[in-house]
C-alpha cells in the first residue's frame, strides 16, 4: 500500500477534510496538512484529529500555518512570507501510512510560480474528492486529466449527496476507479467518522491503493 495518501479536490468546501478524517480512521494513519490558510484557531489538523478514536494515529505541524483564510500565495504575500517547497519535507518521524490533506485544488499557487501540485510527493497515491455543483464535472475531469499526465496513480471519492448523471459521465470519461462515496451527514463527530470508516474497510481500501 502506498506510504502516503495526498487528498485533494476539485474546490473548496468540496469534503477534504471529513474525508481525510475517514481515510485516518480506517487506516490508522498518521496526518499532515502542509499548508493550512486560515482557521489557526480550530485548524483542519485540530478537526480530524477530534473526529478520530484510534490512538495510533499520529498529528504533524503545519509546514506553513497563515492567518488569512486566503489562497495560499496570497496570504502568504499578506504576511511578507514566501511559500518555499524544499520547506514543505514529509515527516521523518512516522513510518505509518501519512494522508497529507492539500489545500483547494491542485492548482492552488502557493508562490508566483508553484501550485499544490508541486508539493505532492511523487509517490502518492492521490484521493480526488468530488462534490456535485454546476461546473463539477468539467473541474473533476480536468483535475484527473492534469493528474493522469503526471503520472500520479489516482481514485476517486464522491462526497455529499448522491447525483448519478454527474458521477456516471465522470467514471466513464475519465476511467478512473472511484473508491466510495461519503454521503452527506447531518451530524459530524466521532460516531460518524467510526462509521463511515468501517464502510471504507468493507470495500477493502487497501486494494485501491497500492
Known amino acids: 500500500m502506498s506510504k502516503n495518501i495526498f487528498v485533494t479536490g476539485i474546490s473548496t468546501d468540496v469534503g477534504k477534510t471529513l474525508v481525510s478524517a475517514v481515510l485516518v480512521e480506517a487506516l490508522k494513519a498518521d496526518y499532515w496538512k502542509p499548508i493550512q490558510a486560515g482557521e489557526l484557531d480550530y485548524s483542519d489538523m485540530d478537526k480530524v484529529k477530534g473526529l478520530v478514536s484510534n490512538t495510533v494515529s499520529k498529528f504533524f505541524p503545519n509546514s506553513y500555518a497563515l492567518q488569512t483564510p486566503m489562497s495560499p500565495h496570497a496570504a502568504a504575500e499578506i504576511e511578507n512570507i514566501t511559500i518555499e517547497t524544499d520547506k514543505i519535507n514529509i515527516p521523518q518521524t512516522t513510518n505509518n501510512t501519512l494522508v497529507i490533506e492539500g489545500a483547494g485544488g491542485i492548482l492552488v499557487p502557493i508562490n508566483n510560480t508553484q ?43 464522491f462526497s455529499g449527496d448522491e447525483h448519478k448523471s454527474t458521477e456516471d459521465i465522470i467514471k466513464k470519461m475519465s476511467g478512473v476507479p472511484v473508491i466510495a462515496r461519503v454521503s452527506e451527514q447531518a451530524v459530524v463527530d466521532k460516531s460518524t467518522i467510526t462509521t463511515l470508516s468501517k464502510e471504507l474497510q468493507n470495500i477493502h481500501l487497501k486494494e485501491f491503493i497500492i
Open 115 to 157: 501550485t499544490i501540485l508541486d508539493i505532492i510527493p511523487k509517490d502518492a497515491f492521490v484521493i480526488v474528492v468530488s462534490r456535485h455543483y454546476l461546473g463539477s464535472i468539467n473541474h473533476t475531469l480536468m483535475t484527473l486529466e492534469l493528474l493522469k499526465q503526471k503520472g500520479f496513480k489516482i481514485g476517486i471519492i
